[in-house]
């Protein structure tokens, strides 16, 4: 209620700001050492209010949602305190004016975010704990070195910059880009997927993903970005879609294929940034934030009902039995496709008409069409699996809690009324779109190809390649290693080949006790790298 409450106040303070076209700003001087004074500044203004409305909303929501969700949990108000802890630190950084203040809000997310996703205290938990918590401390690196060229300005606040200030602006894209998981910082957010179900749809909706996309916006609303930063926003993001909806299609998990999406949405405000419309991407980061925590909350109780089983493939007609969240699970993956008469129509729709409207890279432009089709096609693969396939489970618990369904409820109504109303209440969102027929019906037939390539697929198909995001996990964990193919090889060498020669046996057994730690999937032959190593150390030994 709390929560919600607040919510309610960002509304009116967003709705009075935005009818008067004013800006509120409360700076608080610190210290001041050499004419450069270190403030502590707030800012109030429609962006911030309209955006901590969204986040609060989404967290009463969820704590609503947790409740019941964690309702056996031993150490339950723990867990509550820390989520808790995290909401606040974004809305720190939310209001954040000056580098202290979204320093305090951006290690806030950092530490809370590791504390959450390391809950369960398993061995997978707290791997992905700290992958998230590394790649999180290369912005904050990043950050912590762009003070640098704040005492340059004499001041610590980012409400008035010079318009020279271009490398300021770039280095912080570059930190934006590790929190919200742009490429080659992506491996973080499918490994979140560790954490408790209530804390991915916070994180994966309107906190931690979204705060380096929001320091981007914050600061394209003073200054407009460089032709390099608009460059490296457009290629990241392209990637980072492009990655995420390959690796969707060969997952299997329900949740994996929920973060897989997030990472594919984030592209595409990523992308939108880099077009230069910083507006149009907080838009869509609106009804995203909105529908993604819907999907999460759904398929959470999808997965309470199912003993915590996450394999769609057993998930067969799930829905059935549950109507009122299958029809939550269908409207948010409608959303995702970006359907009509959704509140995302209304922001992705238009950043593919602006897109085909810009003068951007071919190689951007493929990249953006081709993770439109794949979110198609994933998108109906996974609601054929859990909604329209044949039963699977014997066994299910069917939950009838007011705690699970009145967020649902809510978050249902504004996955479907959210867009057009919030487009109709700020004229700056407003778009001019010349297009010609062919780019109009090249999106559509996009979108319909990848539904149509979503009702023949049987998904069976597995792919170390695409769901590891192109080895970019094997970077930062330990889960995926090198060389096993040359340690079987070594191991076939050892079967009375080498027992003659007690140096070469040596060589062997060295190499079968340490190549554990560069264990790799077995995916390519390396026949050929055998023999060089083999030959390698038949020359060893005649130099011995």
Known sequence: MLLFSFSILCFLGYSMLLFSNKMIIFEFEIFNILSISFTFTMILDKISLSFSMIVTLISSCVFMFSTKYMEEDEFYWRFTWILLSFVISMNFLIFSGSLFFLLLGWDGLGITSFALIIYYQSKESLTAGFQTLLINRIGDVIIVCSSFLYVTLTQF???????????????????????????????????AMAAPTPVSALVHSSTLVTAGIYMIIRFSST???SESSSSVLLFCGAITCFLGGTAAIFENDLKKIVALST??????????????????????????ALFKALLFLAAGTMLMSSFGNQDIRILGSLGLSMPLCTMMFNISSLCLIGAPFMSAFFSKHLILEKMLMSNINIFSLFMMLFATCSTALYVIRSLKAVCWYKPSLTVISISNS?????????????????????????????????????????????????????????????????????????????????????????????????????????????????????NW??????NRVSWILFIIMIATYINF
Request: hydrophobic share 55%; charged share 5%.
């Open 157 to 191: 606040s980012y409400t008035t910059l010079p318009l020279n200030m271009s490398l300021l602006i770039f280095i912080l894209c570059l930190a934006g880009l590790t929190k919200s998981a742009q490429f080659p910082f992506s491996s973080w957010l499918p490994a």
């Open 223 to 225: 200054l407009s970005l």
């Open 263 to 288: 990472l594919s949405q984030l592209g595409v405000m990523v992308f939108c940034l880099g077009l230069g419309l910083p507006m149009l991407s907080l838009f869509h980061l609106y009804t995203h």
């Open 402 to 518: 007011t705690s699970i369904y009145i967020p649902m409820i809510v978050l249902g109504l504004c996955s479907i009324f959210f867009g057009q109303v919030y487009k109709m209440l700020d004229y700056s969102l407003l778009e001019i779109v010349f297009i010609s027929n062919f780019s109009s019906t090249l999106i559509n037939m996009v979108t319909l190809t990848g539904l149509w390539l979503g009702f023949i697929f049987l998904g069976r198909l597995k792919s170390f390649i695409f769901s590891s995001l192109f080895f970019m996990t094997p970077m930062y964990s330990f889960s995926v290693k090198l060389l096993s193919p040359m340690n079987k090889a070594m191991e076939t060498l050892d079967y009375g080949w080498l027992e003659i020669a007690p140096k070469m046996s040596f060589i062997v057994n060295f190499f079968n006790k340490y190549m554990h730690v560069f």
């Open 521 to 526: 999937p077995n995916f390519l032959s390396f």
